[in-house]
């Protein structure tokens, strides 16, 4: 087989597989900017790939599967902001409470949707012209997912609101200082809020991108550990959209890889590779300006209370 | 603390108070009380939705019988459960469904020498304690005729569950019959590690597919590998049937299908008669296959080839050792009526037989023992890829 | 007015006690509430499944026995975790930290070539060290480093997983078990020895029990204890003090972990006398556990307690499913708002706690 074959499966399947992780990941980079850790990633994204996959099927319109998968996710992540933000309860404790949750409820609802075809899936898109364009094209531009370009669009936004928007201060700031921020008048609750609600619509949508999209079929648990390899990514990315993109990719890469090399490589190797790969990032940067410049947000996990601390 | 030790202290004298009125033994004739414990939901598409359907199955049978279930039983927690379908529930008769139940199952049978059990896939017998599988592997061999037929690359892929013995003997078997109708056509493995796990089982496939596989045969609890072989227009051949076919009809073009109640009906139905009893299970080990009916190679109920494909294959003509010139499609059905005739006539582990490595495994003329055919890590010489264990 | 704000602060402290435990079950009661939404929405009437997990629970001698045995891998756990957290480290890596006991109890009972009597002492004291030293590698990289304890505890639990994984198909694979993934099992010497015919591994057990009471005493009357609590509220007040918070976190840490380790010993050696497939092995114990110890207040012995609570919902929950004929992701469902009434009612603590510890100051 030709390497160009080879590079192009490879990095069109990158790009299929990394979408959800994404998503995810661009949500969880916003709580977690804001100071909020959400451990609720793997509950939020299967509550959302169920109700994505239920409305999908009983209007027989995908995309308005996406965006009530989004909205469901969303409100899904509220009940961890309340219990976070206003209750100021253990955000560890909490995640786990949602995945749990989530798990539960979507196997619980979903149990008459198992084994139901989907026949509107979202469709794959090729761009005519662009498409042929020797190697690029076919990897970018043919048979990929509208969602797949809607991820990169976002990664870039959310990067460019993050760091050169005042919005971005604000998060930022929360998530490193809220004392500070909320005496320069920012309203520390309101953007926790919101963004662990970014975070819960991408995971939503990553759900629905799995169920409508990707493998177009409701099964009990189909996010089998994604939610948990996007807090490792999370780190992996150093909290910054940008590197989210670099990292959900090369994920999905040892993962499809793991297939293609697992004559040669063992794949419990592979697979434990984010995990540990998540650890070494975190020692790397563990030290003076890297830890500063890249590090964990200071507050994060920390509830916050004026007056308190 | 002492209100701790005090009912420490009344717990541990009621533990220590011994059982009391266990049920007898069942008496034949009588109503049938059967308990099935399942390693999987009974949503999945697999084994456990088979198992449940086989269920449903002998309750509209046997007007005598009622049965009670339990669904994802962890392994290691089989006992709690069974005691439970015991004690409370009177049951009669446990099913245990899962290789990892063996030990438990094991265990309780010792501990109620009255009442019957059945332990799936396992080797652990006791007088009140059979063991039973039905097999896939004639199956599978049926399939590979069709996939050595109808693949143009030469390239076909099988997206396996673990390589352990039982799929390595479908894998072997269903690329024995590839080898059959194309000897020049090779079978692709990829592993996922899972029973379960339907984005591996996406990956391996377009894994396969980039590596230049155009047919598809799987051993994974979903129906992931014919949505993705539909999706890029390549064949596939459903594992447990009809559950799969409605995900991409125009593309399987065959399948497995199980029917656990084949085996069910038949020792239930014997426990009822008297036949069997708490104390003559020893040697009752239910190895079943097509001739049995205890399995099928179908796409969908009744449909053994979808007739899309039924020309295609009529065309293609093979150079078999013994049947000379035949078509495809009459050398599926002739292998078909072989291995349905109770006195089977044929068997795809039929010597001689030379695994990749050179090594002779199947003498020519022999068949392969079920012990041998249950321990298999050999591969046979036209499979690639990666393949842990082999000797 | 001294004296006045003396005496009111005193009826404060006394009130925790009952305000503690009333805040708990008030919690708990809240999420059945909850909970029987769901099953009324399932078409099972609340007070007959509540009534079904009582019953499988404590109703008869089977359901009494079977919930000891899963209470012990959350007490042991239990245990473990309210030194930690008090330490203030959150260790959510029990799950790994089991199952590295687990692997270092079947490297014992297997491959050790250790006569019979020497066997489990040895499985059970290698499987604490274990456990211990996954739990001292978060702790390090916490005390020394300043990486989040959370996160590492969390990516070590799947390190770990796929430890297991990778063991159970590749060089542990057992030659006895034809090809399927457990390692064979364990020679007699190497299994637990149970209450009469009950599945209770009484050693575990015995071991749970002592360790909470030893870990009670240790918080509670000596000078370690007290540092422990110093570290764990006050990291300054720590080091002015002299505390060595590095000391005190890997102390803490490789208690938790080597107890997780021990359970780990406990479900291999007294329940599946094999190493198998991770998720089988902890069953979950390792994310529970946590609920358990939170419930407990980080109070050790309140543990036995607690631990032995979460064990009738995990029995009772095993029960519905058979009697009921409910789907099994409703224990997850359940678990989980109880989870979120626990932390959502800590406001009502905290807030009197506070409330008295601004009194305090007023002294």
Redesign the interface.
């Known amino acids: 087989m030709s390497w160009e074959s080879w590079v192009i499966a490879t990095f069109s399947r990158t790009l299929a597989y990394g979408t959800p992780l994404l998503l995810a990941t661009l949500g969880e980079i916003y709580a977690e900017r804001a100071g909020v850790l959400n451990l609720g990633v793997e509950g939020m994204m299967i509550i959302g790939a169920f109700a994505g996959f239920a409305v999908a099927h009983n209007t027989g319109n995908p995309w308005l599967g996406v965006l009530i998968a989004s909205a469901v996710g969303g409100v899904f992540s509220l009940i961890h902001a309340f219990a976070s933000i206003t209750l100021r309860a253990n955000q560890v404790v909490s995640g786990l409470a949602l995945t749990m949750l989530g798990l539960g409820l979507s196997g619980v609802l979903g149990r008459r949707f198992e084994g139901m075809p989907l026949f509107h899936p979202l469709k794959e898109v090729t761009v005519p012209g662009l498409a042929s364009i020797p190697i690029l094209g076919p990897i970018l531009f043919d048979g990929q997912n509208l969602l797949v370009y809607i991820s990169i669009v976002l990664a870039v936004i959310m990067w460019y609101v993050l760091y050169r928007t005042r919005i971005g201060v604000s998060i930022r700031a929360v998530g490193e200082d809220p004392a500070t921020a909320d005496s320069l008048g920012v309203n520390v609750a309101r953007v926790r809020y919101l963004c662990v609600f970014v975070g819960g619509v991408l995971a939503g949508m990553a759900g629905a991108y799995l169920s409508i999209a990707y493998r177009p079929s409701w099964t009990d648990g189909m996010t089998a550990g994604m939610g948990w390899i996007v807090i490792a990514l999370t780190i992996f990315a150093f909290w910054n959209p940008l590197l989210g993109l670099v990292g959900a990719y090369f994920f999905a890469a040892l993962f499809h890889l793991s297939f293609r090399l697992q004559a040669w490589v063992a794949p419990e190797l592979l697979k434990a590779m984010p995990y540990a790969l998540a650890i070494l990032v975190l020692i790397a940067v563990s030290r003076g300006t890297l830890q500063k410049r890249m590090g964990a947000p200071s507050a994060l996990t920390l509830p916050y209370r004026r007056g308190e601390e | 603390?002492k209100r701790?030790l005090v009912v420490l202290g009344v717990?541990a004298v009621?533990?220590?108070?011994?059982?009391v009125g266990l049920a007898d033994a069942y008496v034949p004739g009588t109503p049938l009380k059967v308990g099935f414990i399942y390693v999987g939901?009974i949503?999945?598409?697999g084994w456990t939705?088979a198992h449940n359907e086989a269920r449903l199955i002998v309750e509209d049978t046997f007007p005598w019988v009622e049965t009670?279930?339990?669904?994802?039983v962890?392994?290691?927690?089989e006992?709690?459960?069974i005691?439970?379908?015991i004690?409370?529930?009177d049951v009669d008769v446990v099913i245990t469904t899962s290789?990892?139940f063996m030990?438990g199952t094991y265990a309780a049978a010792q501990?109620y020498p009255d009442k019957i059990f059945a332990h799936a896939s396992g080797?652990m017998r006791l007088p009140n304690m059979l063991t039973y599988m039905a097999d896939f592997y004639q199956v599978y061999y049926l399939n590979g005729i069709i996939a050595g037929a109808l693949t143009e690359t030469n390239k076909v892929g099988y997206v396996g569950a673990?390589?352990?013995?039982?799929v390595?003997r479908h894998l072997n078997a269903f690329a024995l019959g590839v080898q059959a109708a194309n000897p020049e056509a090779e079978v692709q493995a990829?592993?996922?590690?899972e029973w379960?796990?339907?984005?591996?089982a996406?990956?391996?496939t377009?894994?396969l597919?980039?590596?230049?596989c155009d047919m598809f045969a799987f051993t994974e609890d979903?129906?992931?590998v014919v949505?993705?072989a539909a999706d890029n227009g390549l064949l596939s051949f459903a594992h447990y049937g009809s559950?799969m076919y409605?995900?991409a009809p125009d593309y399987v073009v065959s399948g497995q299908a199980v029917h656990w109640d084949a085996i069910y009906v038949d020792f239930l139905q014997k426990i009822y008669d008297g036949v069997y009893t708490a104390q003559n299970l020893q040697n009752v080990d239910y190895w079943w296959l097509m001739s049995q009916d205890a399995v099928a190679a179908e796409a969908q109920p009744g449909v053994p080839i979808n007739p899309l494909y039924v020309d295609a294959l009529k065309a293609y003509m093979v150079d078999d050792p013994v049947l000379g010139m035949i078509s495809a499609y009459d050398l599926f059905y002739t292998r078909l009526a072989q291995f349905s005739n109770p006195g089977v006539t044929f068997d795809p582990f039929q010597g001689p037989i030379v695994d990749r490595t050179g090594v002779v495994r199947v003498e020519e003329g022999s068949w392969l023992s079920v012990d041998s055919l249950?321990?298999m890590?050999w591969r046979v010489s036209n499979v690639v890829?990666?393949?842990?264990?082999e000797p | 007015m001294k004296l006045l704000s003396r005496i009111h602060v005193e009826r404060r402290t006394a009130s925790p006690a009952w305000l503690v435990f009333a805040v708990s079950v008030g919690a708990i009661v809240a999420a059945l509430l909850v909970a029987g939404i769901f099953f009324r929405a399932y078409g099972v009437s609340p007070l007959r499944a509540y009534g079904d997990i009582l019953r499988g629970a404590f109703g008869s001698r089977l359901g009494i026995t079977e919930t000891i045995r899963r209470a012990i891998p959350l007490l042991l756990i239990g245990v473990g975790l309210t030194v930690a957290f008090r330490a203030l480290f959150w260790n959510i890596g029990a799950e790994g930290q089991l199952l590295i006991g687990a692997v270092a109890a079947t490297g014992i009972a297997l491959f050790s070539g250790l006569p019979g009597g020497l066997l489990l002492p040895a499985m059970f004291v290698g499987g604490f060290l274990a456990g211990a030293a996954w739990g001292i590698i978060p702790a390090t990289l916490k005390s020394k480093l300043g990486i989040n304890d959370v996160i590492t505890t969390l990516m070590m639990n799947y390190i770990a997983i796929y430890i297991v994984d990778w063991l159970i198909h590749g060089p542990w694979k057992g030659p006895s078990m034809r090809g399927f993934a457990y390692t064979d099992p364990f020679p007699a010497a190497a299994v637990l020895s149970t209450v009469g015919d009950t599945r209770i591994h009484w050693p575990t057990l015995v071991i749970g029990i002592v360790a909470a009471i030893v870990a009670y005493i240790v918080v509670k009357r000596t000078r370690l204890g007290f540092e422990i609590r110093v570290v764990g509220e006050n990291q300054h007040a720590a080091k002015y003090s002299g505390i060595s918070h590095v000391k005190i976190t890997l102390l803490a840490m490789a208690f938790s972990g080597g107890m997780a380790g021990m359970a780990g010993v406990g479900e291999v050696a007294g329940i599946h006398h094999m190493l198998l497939g991770p998720a089988n092995v902890t069953g979950g114990y390792g994310y529970t556990a946590i609920i358990v110890a939170w419930l407990a207040r980080r109070n050790p012995l309140a543990v036995i307690i607690t631990a032995f609570l979460f064990a009738v919902l995990l029995r009772g929950g095993d029960v519905i499913k058979v009697s009921l004929g409910l789907p099994f992701q409703l224990v997850n469902v359940f678990n989980g708002l109880i989870l979120f009434f626990l932390i959502g009612s800590d406001i009502l603590m905290r807030y009197r706690i506070s409330f008295g510890r601004k009194e305090r100051e007023t002294v």
């Open positions: 603390m701790a717990l009621m533990i220590s108070v011994g059982m939901p949503g999945d598409y939705y009670f279930i339990v669904e994802s962890a392994e290691g927690q006992e709690a459960f005691d439970q379908l004690q409370e529930f290789f990892g030990n501990r080797f673990f390589p352990i013995p039982e390595k990829s592993w996922i590690y379960f796990n339907p984005a591996g996406k990956e391996a377009e894994a597919i980039a590596d230049g979903s129906p992931t949505q993705v559950q409605q995900f249950i321990t890590e890829g990666s393949w842990p264990n």
